[in-house]
């Protein structure tokens, strides 16, 4: 019981010690039911991706009737309704300097193609320098080998793969007047071979959960602008609501040439994300040579059956009042989790939308704090130096409370530990 199983590879585990797998039977709403019928509330939502909560029924119900009608099709040279439903749907909620999107099948991969995008939009431009990515400190793109080439060097694991991956800039955020100062030089000093920034905007997730304000990113944005630098801010945990805005980019105003979709793209149903460009990235790839066409395509490609998911997906955010459930979350984790401010192995406790953080001053007894998660019924799964909750904006104020209580609980029991 709660063993892995002999033929699996689990994700960002050193097999020999995984001992300890809850094994999932069902999904409802904030609760998975594990195989022994216990009962857990989600605090992550998957990998933050069922912002609706699970198996929402109008996103099930759009997802049958696609699988009876056609599950997939090849989207090279064929079109179809889900994906145009889609495309328009995406344009409309964003600013409308947006255009084009382009789909694509996971996260990495969305940053994959943005990546290309913006270097053969210089190409396109007859500018054949620009073949860097400047990234921050903290950062997380994903784990295919362009996007592991721009997150932090340190947990991106640059070294082990010295050689074979591309060599990028990473440095600071600009938030202190020192740290402004060095990003205005580094562009400065390398703006003929940078491409473009990549970045999360206000909430770098998986580095951590570090935020950083509107101010910055928008600091950011004009230095890109002065330096005929592109932006491409990768949304695919910040977007759709996260952060108390659709996106969470649009709290600064700003423009980004390139935008990264993914995650709860489908709320959470299945694997979808997109790559949306600015009408002037899309120009730079006409012309009356083929050979600046874009030249990517996944095999599943807008994948009918999850662009079902994402149209249905889309849907709930006007039938529903999502934005203002992500709001009661932010007063609720505020209100709660403002407890764990005086313990002792606590550094900071930090909110924004619907996440909420508990950064502590040193990891330790990781598997354990996992499982003791698990006995006391909550889904909350602690990495690097924190503890955090990325619910459903669905989840009720109960489901919140077992969540925060169960953090209130355990801490001083793993405080104990070292
Ligand atoms: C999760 C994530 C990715 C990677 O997405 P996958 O679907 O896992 O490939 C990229 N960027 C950010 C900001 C993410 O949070």
Known sequence: MNQPHPNLWHPY?????????????????????LTNNNILIDGTASWWTACHGYNHPKIIKSMKEQLDLMPHIMFGGLTHKPAEDLASKLINILP?????????????????????????Y???????????????????????????????????????????????INTELPISKLQKEALKNTLLNNRSEIAAIILEPLVQCAGGFKFHSRETLKFIDDLAKENNILLIADEIATGFGRTGSMFAFEQSQIIPDIVCLGKALTGGAISLAAVVATSNIYNAFLSDNDEDALMHGPTYMANPLACAAANASLDLFETEPRLEQVK???????????????????????????????????????NWLRKRFVEEGVWIRPFLDVIYIMPSFTISNAEISKLTESIIKIIPEWECKI
């Not at 585990?13 to 409802?28: C, E, F, H, I, W």
């Not at 099948?105 to 969305?110: E, F, I, T």
């Open 96 to 120: 409308n300097t947006y255009d084009h999107v382009f789909f694509v099948d996971s996260g990495s991969v969305a940053v994959e193609v943005s990546m290309k995008m913006a270097i053969q």
């Open 122 to 168: 210089w190409v396109n431009n007859k500018v054949f320098t620009k073949r860097k990515f400047l990234s921050f400190k903290d950062g997380y793109h994903g784990d295919t080998l362009g996007a592991m080439s721009v997150c932090d060097p340190t947990e991106g694991m640059h070294t082990l793969f010295k050689g074979y991956m591309p060599e990028q």
């Open 13 to 33: 585990s050193q097999m020999r010690n995984l001992n300890y797998v809850p094994k999932a039977k069902a999904t409802l709403g904030s609760e998975i039911t």
């Open 328 to 366: 009661n979350i932010e007063k609720e984790l505020n209100t709660k989790l403002i407890e764990c401010k005086n313990m002792k192995s606590v550094l900071d406790v930090r909110v924004k939308g619907a996440l909420g953080v508990i950064q502590v001053k040193k990891m330790h007894n990781l």
